[in-house]
């Protein structure tokens, strides 16, 4: 009797296994739908002339067409508070500059553009979250308000020139924040997020598996009486 009970809970937990494992999903792609903002033009000064030098924040005077490969903090955004409202700490409640809308591939030259992805994670939550992006010339890359990493340099868009890993995130939505820059001749943006989705496991299976495990406690308490 023993052997049987053990043997259903052994058959319930492998269907546990394989009606709940993870299963790969693309989260965001180049055909994703987001928040844009395109008013932002050279009001964040991230961007410089042809052979000329400006200051970026936390390195100094950097030349035209940099590598910071990542940058080294997060760039200044308060220039630009009145193009961007709250998009880091209240995405939900943006101003009239945000479109609703698909996101482009390209800009206008020596102008910064804003996007916001909202990333649904369900009831269950998602694991293994991780970006690729490809970008000319440069990228700055927040999760639910909170910098994560920025990179710029010369060189045209390849998706998977950089990347991130967010790791797991928690039940509900989440929001991803970009900001893109271009410092001249030419702009290109691609971008792939994926992760990892926990089906919650079937009525039938929790019942196999609920029924395997009294049948067990049963058999203890009567070997014990």
Excluded at 4 to 24: H, V
Excluded at 58 to 66: E, L, N, T
Excluded at 161 to 176: I, M, N, P, Q, V
Excluded at 199 to 221: Q, Y
Aim: proline share 6%; aromatic share 8%.
């Amino acid at each position: 009797m023993k052997k049987t009970l053990l043997a259903g809970l052994a058959a319930g937990l492998m269907m546990f296994g394989m009606s709940g494992g993870a299963s790969a999903d693309t989260l965001i792609n180049n055909s994703t739908t987001g928040y844009y903002n395109s008013s932002i033009g050279t009001l964040l000064n991230l961007t410089n002339p042809v052979g000329t030098t400006h200051m970026f924040p936390g390195v100094g005077s950097i030349p035209w067409d940099p590598t910071l490969n990542p940058v080294p903090n997060e760039p200044d955004l308060s220039s630009a508070y009145s193009a961007l409202g709250d998009w880091l700490s209240a995405p939900e409640v943006l101003n009239s500059n945000w479109t609703f809308s698909a996101i482009p591939s390209t800009w206008t030259v020596e102008h910064e553009t804003a996007i916001i992805y909202e990333i649904e994670a369900g009831t269950t939550g998602l694991n293994n979250v991780s970006a690729q992006f490809g970008v000319d010339n440069g990228i700055f890359v927040w999760l639910d308000g909170v910098f994560k990493q920025g990179w710029l340099a010369p060189g045209g868009s390849t998706l998977g020139e950089y990347s991130l890993d967010f790791g797991s995130l928690t039940a509900g939505d989440h929001f991803l924040q970009i900001l893109r820059e271009d410092h001249g001749g030419g702009t290109g943006y691609s971008i792939r997020v994926t992760g990892d989705i926990a089906p919650v496991p079937e009525p039938a299976t929790m019942l196999l598996m609920g029924t395997g495990l009294a049948g067990l406690i049963g058999a203890r308490r009567k070997k014990n009486a």
